[in-house]
């Protein structure tokens, strides 16, 4: 077992500022499960801690019920992480990023890190618990295979949920369908 600040930097987001010409976009909670069309704009931060997002990157929910990591999309790089995002930066010559947010999303792992928030109404994982965090490390063939089969996994579930969606909107638009050739 390694402590994760071993194998990952992690760094806390920013607070964006508000900005009317030179804006870069942010990142929140939201962003993680959906597309990034719904993003905020402002001023580039200037926080040594400021790293905009690339590949390889994972972002975890600091505040929420359940524990959120993703790892980093393509459309996200160049980005940065707001006040409730972590953005951890693996060692990928040690950590596999799949292999990382699989361990994240464990249930063991959400609530061990939610036994560590601080904070009354909206609590907060703090930095030092993700940080202190253990987790096994695997020769990196065997964590990326770990990493593949959990985002196999992920995707479809995913998938599963957007065929649920879609089957709903079919039988509603069929029922109504019905209702309009009787009157």
Sequence with gaps: M???????VILSGV?????????C????????????S????????????????????????????????????ASQFGAYVALDIYLIRPDLTRLDSDYLVAFLMR?????????????????RIPKDAIADLELPLPPLGRQK??????SCIRRRRELADRLIAVESMLAEASLERVFAQLS
């Design 2 to 8: 390694v402590k994760l600040s071993d194998t990952a």
């Design 15 to 23: 607070n964006p500022e508000p900005s009317t010409n030179d804006g």
């Design 25 to 36: 976009r942010f990142l929140q909670i939201r962003n993680l499960s959906t597309d990034d």
């Design 38 to 73: 719904d993003h905020i704009v402002g001023r580039r931060p200037t926080a040594g801690r400021a790293v905009p997002i690339q590949g390889g990157d994972v972002l975890l929910a600091a505040r929420g019920e359940r524990a959120s990591a993703v790892q980093a999309r």
């Design 107 to 123: 249930p063991a792992t959400g609530v061990l890190l939610r036994k560590s928030t601080a904070g009354a109404s909206l609590p």
């Design 145 to 150: 295979l770990i990493g593949g089969v959990a």
